[in-house]
């Protein structure tokens, strides 16, 4: 799958020197889109590490999948603003556009849908010996993470990851599988039968069926909601080195196979910190209960005891362009669904909190999971499956940046590490500790 061009850069001179005052040696380094490289520092003083726990001033790749101006308030899926492609795109166009680096021609769109739709069956053994072989209360995002890695038994050929071919083949799978896990992990959490794929149906709308279908012969999704998904899939489906990226390019550095690389990436978006916070928004939301509880929750915020929810990001220091857009897609569903009983308080917490200096000296504004939540809960979905929803379309980045780092041949990341432990010491007896 080849990388779309990376964009021409004009490379200006600006540069920074460095100077080892133990030596007085100095190297002078060049800015270069804005970065340095790391290679002079470790010439001039090896063994001196940059230290960066959580990577917040660390380039870890070289990336053209996605481009994000915290400042601005800007996100392109390879150069196309996300607004243009939220309103005129579909989540499969930009799955296609993500994972190939060009928008697709008709034909080659066609080519792909036909693909995707006829890769969204999974094995039986799949279904019937692990979805069904789940705890009644598994989290379905405990059985999401586990399927997708017992996917790389099904297909063993995928180890062999530098054959374009047989990677393009896995990625299909996994882009098209995802909704099926995820729906079939739904319907066994609830005691309902599974639900094959219509192949009839548009991705969303297939999607949609597998989770929601009972009796009738056919489920018609609501077209208002099937594209109010779609939407959402799209504004969710990459963000360049987030945490579960990360992990995604960190795996698959070590040439493990696109499944469980995956499999690593929906882990780490798992976390509340991470994906877990649209779920953890509504579960904030129930709490406070009523608007008039939320200046007191406000300021349990602002004394550390409580997080504010789907607020705050470590790029966006200005406003999630997603988050713009989801609240204007709430308002679509909510005519079709009616209003959300919580969405009066989220409305509340946003107009206080965009008030407070608290929130505004720490630049902590609403990201993309402070909306969602309710749109998806307002759908019909249960809590435990908003961050599934999340990990559905994020598949497609994911992948964008395991194809990625194998086509720049990149390294195995091992950082190094600042030793803050004991020094040597000797082992002592039970009889004198
Ligand atoms: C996603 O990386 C991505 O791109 C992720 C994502 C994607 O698409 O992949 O955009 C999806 O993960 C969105 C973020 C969802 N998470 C949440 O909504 C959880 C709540 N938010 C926070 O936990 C936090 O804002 C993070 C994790 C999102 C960002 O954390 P940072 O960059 O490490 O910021 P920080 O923890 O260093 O906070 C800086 C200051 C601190 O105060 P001080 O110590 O300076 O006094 O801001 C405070 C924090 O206490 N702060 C918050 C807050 N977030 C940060 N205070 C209250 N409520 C919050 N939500």
Known sequence: ?????????????????????????????????????????????????????????????????????????????????????????????????????????????????????HHTFIHENV???????????????????????????????????????????????????MPTLAAGAYRFSRGMPFVYPDNSLDFSANFLSMLFKTAEPRYDANPVLAKALDVLFILHADHEQNCSTTAMRTVGSAHADPYVATAAAASALYGPRHGGANEAVLHMLERIGSIDNVPAFIDRVKAGEERLMGFGHRVYKNFDPRATIIKNTAYEVFDVTGKSPLLDIALKLEEVALADNYFVDRKLYPNVDFYSGLIYQAMGFPMDMFTVLFAIPRVAGWLSHYTELLEQDQRIIRPRQIYVGAGERDYVPFSIR
Do not use: C
Not at 30 to 49: A, E, H, R, T
Not at 129 to 155: C, N, Q, R, W
């Open 1 to 117: 799958m080849s990388i779309g061009a990376s964009r021409y850069h004009e490379h200006v001179t600006e540069s920074i020197t460095i100077t080892d005052n133990r030596s007085g040696e100095s190297v002078e380094i060049p800015i270069d889109q804005g970065g340095v490289d790391s290679k002079p520092w470790n010439q001039l003083m090896p063994g001196v590490w940059f230290n960066d726990p959580s990577f917040g001033t660390t380039a870890a790749a070289d990336s053209t999948v996605t481009e994000l101006d915290g400042v601005n308030g800007i996100l392109r899926y390879r150069g196309y603003p996300i607004e243009q492609l939220a309103e005129r795109s579909s989540y499969l166009e930009v799955a296609y556009l993500l994972v190939n680096g060009e928008l697709p021609t008709a034909e080659e769109f066609e080519t792909w849908r036909y693909e995707i739709t």
């Open 127 to 177: 279904r019937k010996k692990f979805l069904e072989g789940f705890h009644h209360d598994a989290h379905p995002m405990g059985i999401l993470v586990a399927t997708i890695a017992a996917l790389s038994t099904f297909y063993p050929e995928a180890k062999d990851i530098f054959d374009p071919e047989v990677r393009r083949k896995q990625i299909v799978r996994l882009i098209a599988k």
